[in-house]
């Protein structure tokens, strides 16, 4: 999820992300450039709204970044989106990195989709990478997904087991087919859990462009709005607008659930990190990691390459000793985990 300040991250997710993707194609880039495991620059970042700073997926993407330069001796780049852009303009950018002698070359957002789609048609020799987004299909393209809503079901068992006033709250950034994901899933872990619990949901906006993954105000606003009606914890699926949900959360003395890293150990929510109890994470670290090491070996990935809790792409944080400590909720996160890995528990995505 996405922008506006450049806080930086303190802590992302590490597990690893032992995903199987078929190979294709060279590892070469296009043009001029050499093989991957020679003249390549190394891999490119393009951030979606947000950037970095974000404390959510764009900074998940810049760790598995670092990652990689420290790992193969790269010089990677990370770009920065532009207000009110177009699709040609993300075209552009792709392009250039790929000229430029990039390879991976990856979008962080599936707003990224269409220049994708045409940049790694204009460069078949340069694989492209594409974070939650499974629609652009070619032999030089990874979408790289997740299963958010399993995270989320966890994520909607520990709220469950919380609260006291058995009303919670769900903040979702942009009201798009994504983020229904993640509350589709909280919804479903709550009321499997206990009975009689209401979620009460609101988006942010209709659409990125109007702020919902990048305006903290936003979000505190709409969970001061929940707490005020009852909700003592309230989930964001929100980006940088999370932050505010958090800051609400922890002047009203109630639980906050974080998304994508492991916000207990951002530094700069260091201040509220006591009232977050946990957060459903999706290990986009590993994902942008993995997918610069399959280039690297000469063996890119392609196709959809899919988090899950079975691979370790998706999972829940234990850093909140009173989560990690706590007998009754760990006892309920470990059973339902278990049934989402042997398909005794399906988890909605809508």
Request: hydrophobic share 35%.
């Amino acid at each position: 999820m996405r922008r506006v300040s450049r806080i930086t991250v303190a802590g992302v997710a590490t597990a690893a992300l032992a995903l199987t993707a078929s190979a294709c194609g060279s590892s070469s880039t296009s043009s001029s450039s050499s093989s991957s495991d020679s003249k390549n620059l190394g891999l490119a970042l393009a951030y979606d709204v947000g950037g970095k700073g974000d404390q959510s997926f764009n900074d998940a993407a810049t760790a598995g970044l670092e990652k990689a330069d420290k790992e193969f001796g790269y010089k990677s780049t990370a770009v920065e989106p532009q207000d009110g852009e177009s699709d040609a303009d993300k075209v552009q950018r792709l392009e250039n990195l790929a000229k430029q002698g990039y390879n991976p070359v990856i979008g962080v957002g599936y707003a990224y989709a269409p220049a994708v789609k045409e940049a790694a048609a204009k460069y078949p020799k340069t694989t492209f990478g594409i974070v939650d987004d499974e629609q652009v299909k070619a032999d030089n393209v990874a979408d790289l997904v997740f299963h958010e809503e399993q995270a989320s079901y966890l994520a909607g068992v520990a709220a469950a087991k919380a609260t006291k006033s058995n009303v919670v709250g769900f903040v979702g950034g942009v009201d798009v087919p994504l983020i229904h994901k993640f509350e589709a899933g909280f919804k479903q872990g709550v009321e499997d859990t206990k009975k009689g619990v209401t979620v009460k949901s609101q988006y942010l906006t209709e659409t990125a462009a109007e702020g919902g993954f990048s305006s903290p105000d936003k979000g505190e606003s709409a969970a001061e709005g929940q707490i005020d009606d009852g909700a003592d914890v309230v989930y964001a699926a929100a980006g940088l607008s999370g932050q505010g949900v958090i800051k609400a959360a922890n002047a009203n003395k109630i639980w906050a659930i974080g998304v994508d890293s492991d916000q207990y150990k951002q530094d700069a929510l260091k201040a509220y990190k006591a009232s977050i109890l946990t957060s459903a994470m999706k290990n986009v670290e590993g994902a942008v990691f993995d997918l610069a090491q399959s280039v690297h070996d000469g063996k890119p990935q392609t196709g959809v390459v899919r988090g899950s809790l079975s691979n370790g792409g998706v999972s829940v944080s234990n850093s909140n000793p009173e989560f990690a400590d706590n007998t009754e909720i760990q006892d309920a996160i470990k059973k339902a985990e278990a049934g989402i890995k042997d398909g005794s528990i399906t988890v909605k995505t809508s």
